[in-house]
Nanobody, 121 residues
């Protein structure tokens, strides 16, 4: 079993900052890429940012220059620092990880339960 647990969401005014964290635990042999996705009401889930085990990153155009993704491989944890937040960033943010379990065959995608981020204008 592999679990992803997110924390750090909340309510913030426009222009403010939040930091999301996601810790992976359980029967993990290794983790490849980790990332953050978000889903706003009535919209499809979209990629926000993604980081490989080697540290390569990619971002949605809408968050470039404002959000920073990082990870601590020793702690199996990924972070999302969100600055200059806008009302349109309001969504449920989901953590994602591409995990090779200790007991299994091949990498699998795992998701966190989601954390609400609300940005007021």
């Amino acid at each position: 079993q592999v679990q992803l647990v997110e924390s750090g969401g909340g309510l913030v005014q426009a222009g403010g900052s939040l930091r999301l964290s996601c810790a992976a635990s359980g029967s993990i042999f290794s983790i490849n890429a980790m990332g953050w996705y978000r889903q706003a009401p009535g919209k499809q889930r979209e990629l926000v940012a993604r980081i490989t085990s080697g540290g390569s990153t990619n971002y949605a155009d809408s968050v470039k220059g404002r959000f920073t993704i990082s990870r601590d491989n020793a702690k199996n944890t990924v972070y999302l620092q969100m600055n200059s937040l806008k009302p349109e960033d309001t969504a449920v943010y989901y953590c994602n990880a591409n995990v090779l379990p200790k007991y299994g065959s091949g990498y699998r995608e795992y998701w966190g339960q989601g954390t609400q981020v609300t940005v007021s204008s």
